[in-house]
């Protein structure tokens, strides 16, 4: 069951979690990407965004 809760500019999120990896935004033409692993391709991800 995925459960996620934002309050008070503090986020969590419940849900089964396989790895966490830290990337940079890349520039790709008027776009961006997020490199991964090989082996996270077709998955479903959370994209969070940092100050």
Not at 7 to 14: A, M
Not at 32 to 37: C, D, E, H
């Given at each position: 069951m995925r459960k996620l809760n934002l309050?008070?500019?503090?986020?969590?999120?419940?849900d089964e979690i396989e790895a966490v990896v830290?990337?940079?935004v890349k520039k790709i033409g008027n776009g961006?990407?997020?490199?991964?692993?090989k082996k996270y391709i077709g998955r479903k991800v959370?994209?969070?965004i940092r100050k």
């Open positions: 309050e008070n500019g503090k986020f969590h999120l419940e830290e990337g940079e961006a990407m997020i490199l991964s692993a959370y994209v969070l």
